[in-house]
């Protein structure tokens, strides 16, 4: 069955950085879309960012632009999110989830979307 398995989480200070892989097995991902979203505690699960099958359409959420990258290498089944300065609102479990609609048309922001997802990995930044 389909699995992602998150990575790279930990306590960093801020205006630090820190990179976040998702392991994707049991599925055929080179064709869908697979994003990334956060939680912190007491809030909503938010969209962070999203890259298309080929890796050449991306997408952010505003309150990370500029300072995240999303990226994915089909070939090794492996998203990932490059996370700088980075601030204490940025502090919550980063869920990684693929889409299973192939070849979506439209680029997905909510989690109702995507069907797979990650356990989740706890980012802390210290002020």
């Known amino acids: 069955q389909v699995q992602l398995v998150e990575s790279g989480g930990g306590l960093v200070q801020a205006g630090g950085s820190l990179r976040l892989s998702c392991a994707a097995s049991?599925?055929?991902?080179?064709?869908?879309?697979m994003g990334w979203f956060r939680q912190a505690p007491g809030k909503e699960r938010e969209f962070v960012a999203t890259i298309d099958w080929s890796g050449t359409t991306t997408y952010y959420a505003d309150s990370v632009k500029g300072r995240f990258t999303i990226s994915r290498d089909n070939a090794k089944n492996m998203e990932y999110l490059q996370m700088n300065s980075l601030i204490p609102e940025d502090t919550a479990v980063y869920y990684c989830?693929?889409?299973?609609?192939?070849?979506?048309?439209?680029?997905?922001?909510?989690?109702?979307?995507?069907?797979?997802w990650g356990q989740g990995t706890q980012v802390t930044v210290s002020s």
């Open positions: 989830a693929a889409d299973a609609q192939q070849y979506r048309p439209i680029v997905p922001r909510l989690s109702s979307q995507y069907a797979y």
């Open positions: 049991g599925g055929t991902f080179s064709r869908v879309y």
